[in-house]
């Protein structure tokens, strides 16, 4: 991904990180924010990104594709944001779980999509905190930066099959979550709705 070379060509390197400023920076921020839930927190850690980054290629580094690149130092100040503040690392996360190999629909990527239509996207995105951040954190990459099972594994340097569980999993967790809060709510509303016919009849 990237290799060093001589400070004759900084120039040309230079230009394409701004090109990559420009391009990423959006999507980095969203992806950071979704992350951790803090606007401002977010807003550093993309900064820190392109500061580490940018002080990579001024030492005469280049960097072929800058997307993943940028993705992977990015989450890997995520998760040390998360060790810092000594909530669930990713390994104890992991460690917890017992990650499989999972069953064929877990890694097959059109039974992934196919659970994702069934899923309310708003309601989902409401609920991203209450999963574990080793679900959160495929189902961001994958539903909102739009990365595949193979990006994803060359950023986090996990095996793809474990990635393609773990969109499986998240989605089940997240749909589970949907259908128990609806089923609140209905409940809500029918309590509601007996308590003014009862009022009403006295």
């Known amino acids: 991904m990237a290799g060093e070379q001589s400070t004759e060509n900084l120039s040309g390197h230079e230009a394409r990180f701004l090109a ?8 980095l921020f969203r992806h950071a924010c979704m992350r951790i839930s803090d606007r401002e927190k977010a807003i550093d850690l993309v900064h820190d990104t392109y500061t580490k980054v940018w002080s990579y290629v001024r030492k005469g580094y280049e960097i072929e594709q ?3 690149f940028l993705y992977k130092v990015l989450n890997n100040l995520i998760i040390d944001t998360y060790r810092k503040k000594k909530e669930s690392s990713l390994d104890a996360l992991l460690d917890i779980e017992g990650v499989d190999e999972g069953s064929f629909d877990e890694l097959s990527e059109s039974s992934a999509e196919a659970l994702a239509a069934t899923i309310d996207g708003r309601k989902a995105f409401e609920l991203m905190d ?7 954190e495929v189902l961001i990459m994958r539903f909102v930066d739009g990365l595949g099972p193979k990006e994803m594994s060359e950023l986090t340097e996990e095996k793809e099959n474990v990635i393609s569980v773990r969109i499986h999993r998240g989605l089940k967790l997240l749909r589970q979550k949907i259908e128990a809060q609806d089923e609140f709510a209905d409940e809500k509303r029918k309590a509601t709705a007996r308590k003014k016919a009862a009022d009403k009849n006295n």
């Open 130 to 136: 209450e999963i574990p951040d080793v679900y959160k």
């Open 66 to 68: 800058f997307r993943p």
């Open 20 to 27: 990559a400023y420009d391009e990423y920076n959006d999507a």
